[in-house]
């Protein structure tokens, strides 16, 4: 399984799933109204949760597990 594969179907957690809960009814109200920047707010509030990307300029990029760590020192 690849490496992308597994990230999106591993490693669930709250805020993951309240992004998801709250880009849905934004991405809908968005289609529905025809609203293009609020189409484009909500499907990247859903993507940043359907595939946990996370925003690095504020300092919250994840960590290698230790496991992965030491892999790359090989």
Do not use: H
Request: proline content about 7%; some cysteine; charged content about 15%.
């Amino acid at each position: 399984m690849t490496a992308y594969l597994r990230q999106i179907l591993f490693n669930w957690n709250v805020c993951r799933i309240v992004r998801i809960i709250a880009g849905t009814p934004i991405l809908i109200v968005g289609i529905r109204d025809a609203d293009w920047p609020v189409i484009i707010f909500g499907a990247a509030f859903l993507a940043t949760g359907l595939f946990s990307i996370y925003c690095c300029a504020a300092g919250q990029c994840p960590v290698p597990d230790p496991d992965e760590r030491s892999q790359e020192k090989l």
